[in-house]
Nanobody
Framework: VQLVESGGGLVQPGGSLRLSCAASGFPLSSYIMSWYRQPPGKERELVAS??????STNDSVKGRFTISRDNAKNTVYLQMNSLKPEDTAVYYCKARRYSINYWGQGTQVTVSS
């Protein structure tokens, strides 16, 4: 079982990035998939989630970030637009089903001019 994030990097304010989280060893369609982030010196926070029932985003990113998934590719995405310096963080992917939780290793996103 593995979750591998990719797509992070350095971007200027106002720019865009798309993060990917590829799952292996389990079908992510059966799990609640989420993106979390942890800014420097702060606690990890929920950014967005998606399940068979729909998706949701944190108010701080609403209208700028979109979560989606491709079940055929067993991958979940986070499209991030209009990025701000305060979006700088390590972004983590998580899969949850009942009491089972899987985490990825994280990918760094830095928003800076």
């Amino acid at each position: 079982v593995q979750l591998v994030e990719s797509g992070g990097g350095l971007v200027q304010p106002g720019g865009s990035l798309r993060l990917s989280c590829a799952a292996s060893g389990f079908p992510l369609s059966s799990y609640i998939m989420s993106w979390y982030r942890q800014p420097p010196g702060k606690e990890r926070e929920l950014v967005a989630s998606i399940s068979s029932g729909g998706s949701s985003t944190n108010d701080s990113v609403k209208g700028r970030f979109t979560i989606s998934r491709d079940n055929a590719k067993n991958t979940v995405y986070l499209q991030m637009n209009s990025l701000k310096p305060e979006d700088t963080a390590v972004y983590y992917c998580k899969a949850r089903r009942y009491s089972i939780n899987y985490w990825g290793q994280g990918t760094q996103v830095t928003v800076s001019s």
